[in-house]
């Protein structure tokens, strides 16, 4: 480990001795992830790389004139920055099919997160770019995972500056309040003038979520499909969180027969 990419995570962190490496490996390994609830095991790389591919694939295939493809992917990725995991995520698939997109000729590509949690990871690896509009519609950081990012404030930095939206909500946010906010996302996507969409689909808005604290039913996801297809960009779609196990395939399903 002779580079250390810890510029984000060591920023996370504040005041935090990070430039001295402990010898304890578990100290070590603490160094690139920010939470204790997202444990590496033997599957761990292939799963992550096999998630990468699938959003990868999904780039190409709307690269390739598809309106829309969607990466099934677990994984999910929207938490993991560019030096560190956390948040069930090890590799940003969103962010894999966003800077494919840029790779392969689109000059202006946009993520937005609508997830239950803001997309702390994305935002941070294009937090200073220009090229990858950034947008995420999550619940408060005050009092909601992962706490350290996702401020209104937060507007991105350096030639990013303006290119970063976070659109925060109380919990308790129903579809009424939280579609307001994607039509502000939305609008912000459509003045940068993005040429393709990637959307970090988390289910996990559910009413009925475990771990999180919206309001959305399982029809709110058809009329979110629509508003977000009506917005007529090539869209790969990746699968983020969704924990109400039951509900999610049906919430996921919804989202997408509005593009079908
Ligand atoms: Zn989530």
Same mark, same amino acid.
């Given at each position: 480990?002779?580079?250390?990419?810890?510029?984000?995570?060591?920023?996370?962190?504040?005041?935090?001795?990070?430039?001295?490496?402990?010898?304890?490996?578990?100290?070590?390994?603490?160094?690139?992830?920010?939470?204790?609830?997202?444990?590496?095991? *033997?599957?761990?790389?292939?799963?992550?790389?096999?998630?990468?591919?699938?959003?990868?694939?999904?780039?190409?295939?709307?690269?390739?004139?598809?309106?829309?493809?969607?990466?099934?992917?677990?994984?999910?990725?929207?938490?993991?920055?560019?030096?560190?995991?956390?948040?069930?995520?090890?590799?940003?698939? *969103?962010?894999?099919?966003?800077?494919?997109?840029?790779?392969?000729?689109?000059?202006?590509?946009?993520?937005?997160?609508?997830?239950?949690?803001?997309?702390?990871?994305?935002?941070?690896?294009?937090?200073?770019?220009?090229?990858?509009?950034?947008?995420?519609?999550?619940?408060?950081?005050?009092?909601?995972?992962?706490?350290?990012?996702?401020?209104?404030?937060?507007?991105?930095?350096?030639?990013?500056?303006?290119?970063?939206?976070?659109?925060?909500?109380?919990?308790?946010?129903?579809?009424?309040?939280?579609?307001?906010?994607?039509?502000?996302?939305?609008?912000?996507?459509?003045?940068?003038?993005?040429?393709?969409?990637?959307?970090?689909?988390?289910?996990?808005?559910?009413?009925?979520?475990?771990?999180?604290?919206?309001?959305?039913?399982?029809?709110?996801?058809?009329?979110?499909?629509?508003?977000? *297809?009506?917005?007529?960009?090539?869209?790969?779609?990746?699968?983020?969180?969704?924990?109400?196990?039951? *509900?999610?395939?049906?919430?996921?399903?919804?989202?997408?027969?509005?593009?079908?």
């Amino acid at each position: 480990m002779d580079s250390v990419p810890l510029k984000h995570l060591s920023q996370i962190r504040g005041p935090l001795h990070t430039d001295q490496e402990p010898d304890n490996f578990s100290a070590r390994l603490g160094l690139y992830c920010f939470d204790s609830g997202t444990p590496l095991t *033997a599957g761990t790389w292939h799963a992550a790389r096999s998630g990468a591919d699938c959003a990868l694939s999904a780039a190409a295939a709307v690269l390739a004139g598809d309106r829309v493809a969607f990466a099934l992917t677990r994984p999910p990725g929207h938490h993991a920055g560019a030096g560190y995991f956390g948040g069930y995520c090890f590799v940003n698939n *969103a962010a894999v099919a966003a800077q494919h997109l840029r790779d392969q000729g689109l000059d202006r590509v946009a993520v937005l997160d609508v997830d239950y949690h803001h997309g702390n990871g994305t935002q941070s690896i294009f937090y200073d770019r220009a090229d990858v509009f950034f947008a995420s519609i999550h619940g408060d950081p005050r009092t909601e995972y992962p706490f350290y990012l996702g401020h209104a404030d937060e507007r991105g930095a350096g030639a990013g500056l303006g290119a970063n939206l976070n659109l925060p909500l109380a919990r308790g946010t129903d579809y009424a309040a939280w579609s307001q906010a994607l039509e502000e996302g939305l609008r912000a996507v459509t003045d940068y003038g993005a040429q393709a969409l990637v959307l970090s689909l988390g289910v996990d808005t559910f009413a009925q979520d475990p771990i999180s604290g919206f309001k959305l039913h399982s029809e709110d996801f058809l009329r979110m499909g629509e508003r977000i *297809a009506k917005a007529g960009l090539p869209t790969a779609i990746v699968f983020e969180g969704g924990y109400a196990v039951e *509900a999610v395939g049906v919430n996921v399903a919804n989202v997408l027969q509005a593009f079908a």
